[in-house]
């Protein structure tokens, strides 16, 4: 028995040994493989930088070969006379002279109207002549009968009787006639007096009876001429009345 445990374990002992041996080098293969994957792997990036800057080279080589063929097309179709060019060469020189009237015309056009705008108030009706304008037609409006007047003789007694020539003048052209009588003072200028509102009415009494000069009324007149819309004072430069009054 003792001799049969000898033989076998020599045997194992034999068969252990040469298990060793291709398990180390199993070990050995592997960790050599392992070196080289590390080792590639470590040079990845470096190979993937030079792959992009060789494709970047490539890249602006193809760019700068495409300038120059299309820099040599256009040369070609300019030679040629096919270029297309910018607008105003697309023109022409009969389409660049119409271009330039037409412009011209419409600058013509436009400063002829601004200078029209600017120019039509001094030339046309200034804004006194609009007021006195927009009166005159007010007084055409007026009704001769809703006006009462009042009537003084401004002469200092030079002129007896004549502010009731006045007065019925006035009564002929249809007005209404209130206080007539001598004025306190003498007015070396005939005028037309009118209260508040009454302007336009004022106008239309002193063209009756020829006197064109208007002004509001004054408080010693309104007192003398109590309750008239206007009062006609008849100044010493008075004229003979209208032949139709």
Same mark, same amino acid.
């Given at each position: $028995?003792?001799?049969?445990?000898?033989?076998?374990?020599?045997?194992?002992?034999?068969?252990?040994? @040469?298990?060793?041996?291709?398990? %180390? @080098?199993?070990? @050995?293969?592997?960790?050599?493989?392992?070196?080289?994957?590390?080792?590639?792997?470590?040079?990845?990036?470096? &190979?993937?930088?030079?792959?992009?800057?060789?494709?970047?080279?490539?890249?602006?080589?193809?760019?700068?070969?495409?300038?120059?063929?299309?820099?040599?097309?256009?040369?070609?179709?300019?030679?040629?006379?096919?270029?297309?060019?910018?607008?105003?060469?697309?023109?022409?020189? %009969?389409?660049?002279?119409?271009?330039?009237?037409?412009?011209?015309?419409?600058?013509? =056009?436009?400063?002829?109207?601004? =200078?029209?705008?600017?120019?039509?108030?001094?030339?046309?009706?200034?804004?006194?002549?609009? &007021? +006195? !304008?927009?009166?005159?037609?007010?007084?055409?409006?007026?009704?001769?009968?809703?006006? +009462?007047?009042?009537?003084?003789?401004?002469?200092? !007694?030079?002129?007896? *009787?004549?502010?009731?020539?006045?007065?019925?003048?006035?009564? +002929?052209? *249809?007005?209404?006639?209130?206080?007539?009588?001598?004025?306190?003072?003498?007015?070396?200028?005939?005028?037309? $007096?009118?209260?508040?509102?009454?302007?336009?009415?004022? +106008?239309?009494?002193?063209?009756?009876?020829?006197?064109?000069?208007?002004?509001? $009324?004054?408080?010693?007149?309104?007192?003398?001429?109590? *309750?008239?819309?206007?009062?006609?004072?008849?100044?010493?430069?008075?004229?003979?009345?209208?032949? !139709? *009054?």
């Amino acid at each position: $028995m003792t001799d049969v445990i000898q033989t076998v374990g020599a045997y194992a002992g034999l068969v252990a040994l @040469f298990g060793l041996g291709v398990l %180390s @080098f199993l070990c @050995f293969s592997q960790a050599r493989d392992i070196r080289r994957l590390r080792e590639w792997a470590g040079g990845a990036p470096e &190979r993937d930088a030079e792959v992009r800057e060789v494709s970047e080279i490539v890249a602006e080589e193809r760019s700068q070969e495409l300038r120059v063929l299309a820099e040599r097309e256009e040369r070609r179709l300019e030679r040629a006379g096919l270029s297309e060019g910018g607008f105003w060469d697309r023109l022409g020189r %009969s389409g660049r002279i119409i271009a330039i009237v037409a412009v011209v015309l419409i600058l013509g =056009a436009a400063a002829a109207w601004a =200078a029209s705008s600017l120019l039509g108030g001094d030339s046309g009706t200034s804004p006194n002549q609009a &007021r +006195k !304008g927009a009166a005159a037609k007010k007084a055409r409006n007026v009704n001769p009968s809703s006006i +009462k007047v009042g009537v003084l003789n401004g002469t200092g !007694g030079a002129e007896v *009787g004549l502010a009731a020539e006045y007065a019925d003048a006035l009564n +002929k052209d *249809g007005f209404t006639t209130g206080v007539v009588t001598d004025a306190t003072e003498t007015y070396t200028e005939s005028v037309v $007096m009118y209260t508040d509102g009454n302007e336009a009415a004022a +106008k239309k009494v002193g063209k009756a009876i020829g006197i064109s000069s208007t002004e509001a $009324m004054t408080p010693d007149v309104t007192t003398l001429t109590s *309750g008239a819309d206007v009062t006609v004072v008849i100044g010493t430069d008075h004229g003979p009345l209208p032949s !139709g *009054g």
